[in-house]
């Protein structure tokens, strides 16, 4: 999982309650099967957040702890920042070149 990126982007709590709302009515464009993180799935989140900016991620494994892993592992791959993991979907936002959504 050889991707290089920018530092990971940190968000204050009221960004993160900012975003959460704005992802609300966003549907999982990334999912993580049975194989756990692959390459593809990271390559894949690399082009959901160039096009998407805040991406949803569903896990379907039953592993809290994996689930964990699997959240900062894409976010370190891809230079985004974790905003949300509830439940079995993950909430990750990485500013684009001209950002779409302005952050508190």
């Known amino acids: ?29 990334v999912m993580i099967g049975n194989q756990g993180l692959t390459d593809a799935v990271i390559r894949e989140a690399q082009r959901s957040l160039v096009a998407h900016e805040l991406i949803k991620i569903r896990v379907l494994g039953d592993d809290r702890e994996a689930r964990e892993t699997w959240l900062a592992e894409i976010c ?3 230079g985004a920042a974790p905003v949300q993991h509830i439940g079995k979907l993950l909430l990750i936002y990485r500013p684009a070149d001209t950002p779409r959504l302005q952050l508190p």
């Open 76 to 78: 370190a791959a891809t």
């Open 1 to 29: 999982m050889n991707t290089s990126t920018s530092a990971t982007t940190i968000l204050t709590p009221q960004q993160r309650k900012f975003l959460r709302a704005q992802a609300h009515d966003l549907k999982p464009v």
